[in-house]
């Protein structure tokens, strides 16, 4: 008896789950550092992100930090807040 193959469209939505478990963990990681930027004051979401780039922080998908990633982190996170770009 053979197994049974998985079929593109399982494949595709094994590999859609798997990237997003991918992302959740990344989300998870980098929420607490992205919180505590903004709890010492620093709002701007380029400033973040050109603090975490200067301490070398690899990005999710990008060699460098951008605004608009520190908002999808945001956007992302279990709580869910995101605060506004100043």
């Known amino acids: ?42 709002r701007e979401h380029g400033a973040i992100a050109e603090a975490l780039n200067r301490r070398g922080v690899p990005c999710w998908g990008r060699s460098r930090w951008h605004a608009t990633d520190i908002r999808m982190v945001l956007r992302h996170s279990v709580t869910g807040e995101e605060l506004p770009s100043a």
Do not use: H, N, S
């Open 1 to 42: 008896m053979t197994a049974a193959r998985a079929t593109p469209r399982q494949r595709a939505i094994a590999d859609t789950q798997r990237a997003k478990a991918i992302l959740d963990a990344f989300v998870e990681a980098m929420e607490p550092v992205i919180r505590d930027y903004l709890a010492r004051g620093l």
